[in-house]
């Protein structure tokens, strides 16, 4: 049986209990409850379990638990602060850019890191910093304009 | 008192209940407003089966504590305002859980955000065959419409009793009945208040014009965005009842196989580990998705695999050998004479083309959690069938449907994928082997092996045409793929039109679409390649052979946007186009695109003109018109599902590529709106265009004709 390791998830630390060789995706889900954050193809192909690791997008499928211990990971449950939306969820809102919504967390996580490490990123930039993320429905124009839409908010302190 | 409108729900959501799931529910009025309150309600009668739809086999038979399944819809207006509406349809992404809300607001004349959708719930929402076909938006939205257009005029008549005046000096709108006359004004809340007033009618059409709607017809955002981007939402796999366990099937080697031996004795030695053997079905449940994982791994099982009897390799010359040599009258259209027809036409061609098996690779992947109480069992399922998931399951466990109750949360896509109980029944029979709720989540690579398929299929064509570009015979044979779509829409006295049903070697089922997109496919491409042979140009040769206006009108809107004729203004530029009318839908799509040197197909432009009658939401229109297109182009260019020896050989997203950002083209979407036409529905017609556009063009671009999907640069190199 594993011993204990630490994670800090949302700026919340939780000891885990599961071996150390289980996946984030599975800890994040099964043990902690932030079902947020999706499970889609368990190979790092559709970008559905996206979390940020320091800023990172990172699939959390492909993340043995043990490999991430004593870091801070930020899930679709975490962007939310005092009851206020961050730009990019306000901005996918205002963009329909969803239909079946499954893939949502992680396109807006994946959009998240990008947007933090280029606040002003072209559509060429955005789609390409989002290839790794798969929606189904083919909402994809309207996920470029959600972050193009944010991108702009935030330059303006929106 | 204020009505509860504002405020008190700002988001419709589904019902959630608190407390036991309500047995014996039936249509008796005291029962129905014991589970919601007093208030005022109205149900909607059906007279008989709706005419031309697929019954689901045993249909019949009803359990004696069921919903009598003439009831197809109803609405309840509580003493707080909050309109709650039942519908068996389900949430799949295509937008009903706004656009019915929407529909129900217009005609009811309440704000929009003070209804809410009840949705495929088998114990709650009246029978509903299943959410396919686009059928919800020209069915149930009227239906709805018409049960909120009776509550309304309830709603007046208890106000001009109380009154004392005659009900057609009052006005219904914002929630309140009001009598101009005096200024006075009652809340539809109070009007409620204490009643337990109900009434039956007979399904009829809605009473408010499309050109009158005012909640209808607007761009209204997704009702619970919110849940979505936050990841609040619970789709099926996220469901955690408490003392969950879940479940891994052990899978067969190869389709067919059958169990010749099995030692599970390591994972029974396992703690908290449950095995269950039930013929060639065998699968355990663990505490954590891990340990069941490690449970599965360690059973030794032994399986004898059935020859093969058909690779993807072989499957066109496979279905062709093993068609039906005649298909039966219904999937026949014959008129004229081909052969009459052939001779006398100045030009004659004939082609095949092929359409390769794909997987519909919802991002949700099929999931059940079920759980057994008192030998009653309830099951949390993403499907488009609710009531046809309940049926399986009564079937499978000998159990009255009354004892079984399906839910659907809101589901991540299904595309036609998610018509099966699958995984249902294998949650289930876990769970009534552990005696603990049970969740079983299929892997991409179960749900790219053991969901089913769009079926592949095989379409000859032969044809002829005047000098002067006139259709004189059409002769079309569909070898398994399927007869949705499968007419022409063109002018042609001399007819033949056929398809053949094949025992399929891979599971095969409902896609978006359906055939529509093969029989769009192959005859688009043939309208194109007789084009040529004419000399004529595309759109002159199919206006020249077209009357049916509606038709007509989304290829012209369509070619004005694209600019239709234009000029090559680089190397590897082709333009094209395609369309056709399928379920009441009505498109035209044109494409542009660049063959690179390396033969990769890049498409550049889309425009999509669209017309469905009566529009209800387009702002979700558009998204789907837009979607519908890009999921075309994995279907057109890329996917295809490899097999042999009765095995997937590319089960996962490394190895079957779907449509991603890199090739998205520049979309633009014509909807042109009638609002002299009953609404049709959307989520499916707009994306048999794409690919014979696409086809069309790229034989604009190289002089190469390709005659099979997905058109693969390989088939450019031959």
């Known amino acids: 049986m594993g011993k204990s390791l630490e994670l800090t998830v949302n700026g919340k630390r939780h000891s885990i209990t599961s071996d150390g060789d289980v996946t984030l995706l599975q800890v994040l889900r099964d043990e902690l409850g932030l079902t947020g954050t999706k499970y889609g193809c368990g190979e790092g192909q559709c970008g559905a379990c996206t979390v940020l690791l320091g800023g990172m997008a990172r699939r959390a499928c492909q993340l043995p638990v043990s490999t991430v211990a004593g870091q801070s990971i930020t899930t679709i449950e975490g962007l939310e602060r005092d009851g206020k939306l961050h730009p990019l969820q306000h901005a996918f809102i205002e963009a329909g850019a969803f239909q079946c919504a499954y893939c949502t967390p992680g396109m807006i996580m994946s959009g998240v890191a990008l947007l933090g490490q280029k606040a002003r990123p072209s559509r060429e930039e955005i789609a390409h910093a989002l290839d790794g993320n798969i929606c189904r429905c083919g909402t994809y124009p309207r996920i470029l304009e959600a972050v193009e839409r944010a991108s702009a908010s935030m330059a303006g302190g929106a | ?718």
Not at chain 2, 227 to 256: E, M
Not at chain 2, 463 to 480: P, Q, R
Not at chain 2, 621 to 643: T, Y
Request: proline share 6%.
């Open chain 2, 1 to 718: 008192m204020k009505p509860a409108t504002k405020g008190v729900l700002v988001e419709p959501e589904r019902y959630e209940l608190r407390g036991q799931p309500i047995h014996h529910f039936s249509i008796a009025r005291r029962d129905f407003f014991k589970v919601l309150g007093a208030g005022i309600a109205v149900f909607t009668v059906a007279s008989e089966a709706p005419a031309g739809m697929p019954q689901e086999s045993g249909r019949g038979r009803r359990a004696e504590e069921e919903l009598p399944k003439d009831i197809t819809s109803w609405l309840h207006v509580g003493e707080d305002g909050v309109v709650t509406t039942f519908t068996g349809k389900v949430e799949i992404g295509q937008n009903i859980r706004t656009s019915l809300a929407q529909s129900v607001a217009d005609e009811l004349r309440v704000p929009f955000e003070s209804v809410r959708m009840v949705m495929g719930d088998t114990a709650l929402t009246p029978f509903d065959m299943g959410t396919f076909g686009s059928r919800t938006t020209p069915t149930m939205a009227p239906q709805l419409r018409h049960v909120a257009s009776v509550a309304r005029d309830l709603l007046v008549e208890q106000a001009a009793k109380e009154w004392n005046v005659p009900a057609e000096k009052l006005v219904a709108a914002n929630a309140k009945v009001t009598d101009p006359a005096s200024g006075r004004s009652l809340a539809y809340a109070e009007l409620a208040k204490g009643k337990t007033l109900a009434q039956e009618i007979p399904e009829a059409d809605p009473v408010t014009p499309p050109s009158e709607w005012t909640v209808a017809g607007k761009p209204i955002p997704k009702v619970n965005a919110r849940d979505f981007v936050t990841g609040r939402h619970q789709y099926t796999p996220d469901l955690r009842p408490a003392g969950v366990l879940h479940g891994k099937v052990l899978r067969p080697p190869a389709f067919h196989a059958t169990l010749v031996s099995l030692d599970a004795s390591a994972a029974e030695q396992m703690p908290g580990v449950v095995v269950v053997r039930d013929g060639d079905f065998v699968a355990v449940a663990g505490r954590s998705e891990r340990e069941a994982e490690k449970a599965a791994a360690s059973l030794k099982a032994e399986w004898k695999s059935p020859e093969a009897r058909a690779s993807s390799r072989n499957i066109y010359s496979y279905l062709k050998e093993k068609a039906e040599s005649r298909g039966n009258g219904r999937d026949r259209e014959t008129a004229g004479s081909i052969e009459e027809g052939l001779q006398a036409a100045a030009r004659r061609l004939e082609a095949t083309y092929t359409v390769a098996y794909i997987a519909h690779t919802p991002l949700e992947p099929r999931a059940a959690v079920a759980e057994w109480n008192d030998g009653k069992l309830t099951v949390w399922t993403g499907t488009q069938r609710p009531f046809g998931v309940r049926e399986e399951l009564a079937d499978a466990f000998q159990l009255p449907q009354d004892r079984i109750r399906v839910i659907v949360p809101d589901t991540g896509s299904a595309y036609g994928g998610k018509h099966t109980a699958d995984a249902a029944l294998e949650a289930a029979r876990l769970a009534r082997a552990a005696k603990r709720p049970v969740k079983v989540v299929w892997t991409r690579e179960e749900e790219m092996t053991w969901a089913y398929f769009r079926p592949a299929g095989v379409i000859d064509i032969r044809s002829g045409i005047t000098a002067d570009g006139k259709l004189k015979a059409w002769e079309f044979h569909n070898y398994n793929s399927g007869s949705s779509g499968i007419g022409t829409p063109y002018d042609v006295a001399n007819r033949h039109i056929e398809f053949h049903s094949v025992d399929s070697p891979l599971r095969q089922g409902s896609y978006r679409g359906l055939a529509a997109t093969a029989n769009h496919f192959a005859r688009e491409s043939h309208m194109d390649e007789l084009a040529h042979a004419a000399g004529l140009d595309p759109l002159e040769f199919r206006l020249k052979n077209l009357s049916d206006a509606r038709l007509r009108a989304v290829f012209e809107a369509a070619a004005k946007s694209f600019g239709w004729p234009r000029k090559k203004t680089e190397a590897g530029q082709g333009f094209g186009m395609g369309g056709g009318v399928e379920k009441k839908g009505y498109v035209a799509t044109f494409a542009e695109v660049r063959v690179e040197s390396t033969k990769a197909i890049r498409v550049k432009k889309v425009v999509c003109a669209f017309e469905c009658g009566a529009i209800v939401n387009p702002d979700g229109l558009r998204n789907q018109v837009s979607g519908a297109n890009v999921m075309g182009l994995g279907g057109a260019l890329f996917e295809a599902i490899e097999f042999a020896d009765g095995k997937i050989l590319n089960p996962h997203l490394a190895k079957y590529r779907v449509p991603r950002f890199r090739d998205l083209p520049e979309i633009e979407v014509v909807l042109l709106d009638r609002k002299d036409i009953p609404s049709a529905g959307a989520g499916e017609t707009p994306l048999i265009g794409l690919a014979p556009a696409i086809g069309n063009a790229v034989f604009d671009a190289t002089g190469k004709r390709l005659r099979s999907l997905p058109m693969l640069p390989a088939l450019l190199q031959a």
